[in-house]
T-cell receptor, first 109, second 117 residues
């Protein structure tokens, strides 16, 4: 059975304190790894698609990377507005996405 | 704004009742997905439709049903509601229902918050 595990469950950072979120996956035949951001009470917002190991994508203070077993979302010099839950999801083409349970990020000023 | 619309935004109803949630996908998207998210829980995939046909089924209860219409909008019907059905219900859409990852990037609507009292 496909599984996606995110760690840590929650992370509190000071403004400017860089860190990384982890998404490890056990799926057969990964074809894409998606990252989303979700604000409380709102729908997830699409951030990135990573297609193969070694690929990197960047958007403002966020950089996503992918290996054969996991993906990282690096947050450089975060600001309070980066506070949200970050979700990753694995796509194999066989069925709908398999989502992780998310990392709740809080950035304090 | 993802381009996916959902109505209503909020719904309050009593146990045992039946409700219908509506979703309009982004222009050009053929797949619609429904998810349930309870308080502090992750996204639970319910069901996917592609171009009017059911494509994949997740953890959808028998009391729940969905359909996608010729104009591609979708409705999720929830019946015999229980207190535990209180949750956020999200609809997402994508261009395709399989194939390359870029065609299956899902874009989410703002959600319908259902409260069962």
């Amino acid at each position: 059975e496909d599984q996606v595990t995110q760690s840590p469950e929650a992370l509190r950072l000071q403004e400017g304190e860089s860190s990384s979120l982890n998404c490890s996956y056990t799926v057969s035949g990964l074809r894409g790894l998606f990252w989303y951001r979700q604000d409380p009470g709102k729908g997830p917002e699409f951030l990135f698609t990573l297609y193969s190991a070694g690929e990197e994508k960047e958007k403002e203070r966020l950089k996503a990377t992918l290996t054969k077993k996991e993906s990282f979302l690096h947050i450089t010099a975060p600001k309070p507005e980066d506070s949200a839950t970050y979700l990753c999801a694995a796509y194999t083409g066989r069925r709908a996405l398999t989502f992780g349970s998310g990392t709740r990020l809080q950035v304090q000023p | 704004d993802s381009g996916v619309t959902q109505t209503p935004k909020h719904l309050i109803t009593a146990t045992g009742q039946r409700v219908t949630l509506r979703c309009s996908p982004r222009s050009g998207d053929l797949s619609v997905y429904w998810y349930q998210q309870s308080l502090d829980q992750g996204l639970q995939f319910l069901i996917q439709y592609y171009n009017g046909e059911e494509r994949a089924k997740g953890n959808i209860l028998e009391r729940f049903s969905a359909q996608q219409f010729p104009d591609l909008h979708s409705e999720l019907n929830l019946s015999s509601l229980e207190l535990g059905d209180s949750a956020l219900y999200f609809c997402a859409s994508s261009v395709a229902g399989g194939g390359g990852p870029s065609l299956n990037e899902q874009y989410f609507g703002p959600g319908t918050r259902l409260t069962v009292t």
